[in-house]
């Protein structure tokens, strides 16, 4: 690990401006991703600005009959608040299938949505990978890709974005809520904050330089039955080759994003008027621009016996 220097900020303005005037500052709070590419020299900052102590860790309900949760929320604590368990299962879900306990003490819910991909081109710093060094190459395209991408990609990364937590907030349309250096709000929709590669893979969300995530924003609560599926190669601590996080109505509407598939949590709204007719519907319609290859070509059926395993469990 390189060196690096240190400060504690004591306000969400006071962060994003201390990280404004470095360009080489990372945030850190619980750190369970950012240590470990520090250590590898993956990620090299020359200054980190603790934000731990920024009063940004309750869940509070809002004007709108959502939830806020702030970014300091560990997500062992926003599994287990009633409210979500209650409105917002799929979110439960989701993070109770992330990780391992002892992680999920420590993650918090900026941080998850930030957390980097775990292709093993971006971890091994002996081969090309356009993520961390724009322009060297793709090492996973014709390389293994068994867990990559399959839609969404570019001719510059297949890489998938790891996060459970993110697929069940793209399904309840979550908000991302921010602040720069001169203390100006902005409000993100979930959409929009997790960008495709197209040619600069090494942007990966919607931030400007030194904007801190302060919040996440959840609307008022849908209903129906709220089922997250995650299949992986073993029963935890793993990440996922399929999951799909979906809110199934009486009438067989609802909603459905899948993770584990692309560069950002997958969801097409189109396709879930399909939903009706069945998960080979959806998929064909979620999936028609997919590139595959032959290493993860799989996952095309994965992603339709998992929907339809999720639509015959809410139907039950």
């Known amino acids: 690990m390189k060196p690096f220097t240190y400060e504690r900020a004591n306000t969400p303005a006071e962060a994003a401006a201390a990280a404004s005037r470095r360009p080489d500052t990372k945030f850190i709070a619980g750190g369970t991703n950012l240590l470990d590419l520090m250590k590898l ?6 200054h980190l600005v603790d934000v731990n102590g920024l009063n940004l860790d309750r869940i509070e309900a809002t004007p709108e009959a959502g939830l806020r949760v702030g970014a300091l929320v560990r997500n062992t604590d926003l599994a287990a608040d009633m409210r979500v368990r209650r409105d917002y299962g799929v979110l439960s879900r989701a993070l109770l299938a992330g990780a391992s306990g002892q992680l999920r003490n420590k993650a918090t819910t900026a941080g998850n949505l930030l957390q980097r991909t775990r292709c093993p081109y971006f971890y091994d710093t002996n081969q090309p990978c356009n993520k961390r060094r724009p322009g060297s190459g793709c090492s996973a395209i014709g390389g293994a890709s068994r867990s990559l991408g399959v839609v969404g990609t570019s001719d510059s990364c297949i890489a998938t974005h790891p996060s459970d937590m993110a697929v069940a907030m793209r399904v309840l349309d979550a908000t991302v809520e921010t602040v720069n250096s001169q203390n100006q709000r ?20 919607a931030l400007q330089p030194g904007e801190l995530i302060t919040s996440v924003t959840l609307p008022a609560p849908i209903g129906g039955v709220h089922l997250y599926h995650k299949v992986r190669d073993r029963a935890s ?17 609802g909603r459905v994003a899948f993770g584990g598939v692309a560069p950002k949590p997958w969801r097409v709204e189109s396709a879930e008027t399909s939903l009706p007719k069945g998960a080979r519907s959806v998929i064909a319609s979620a999936f028609a621009d997919a590139r595959p290859t032959p290493d993860n070509n799989f996952k095309l059926k994965l992603a339709e016996r998992t929907l339809s395993a999720v639509l015959m469990e809410a139907r039950a």
Do not use: K, W
């Open 41 to 46: 020299q993956i990620e090299t900052p020359q």
């Open 237 to 253: 601590y793993a990440f996922a080759l399929v999951s799909v996080a979906a809110i199934v109505q009486r009438d067989g509407t």
């Open 186 to 205: 902005r409000r993100i929709p979930i959409a929009d904050f997790h960008r495709l590669p197209g040619e600069t893979p090494q942007l990966e969300t």
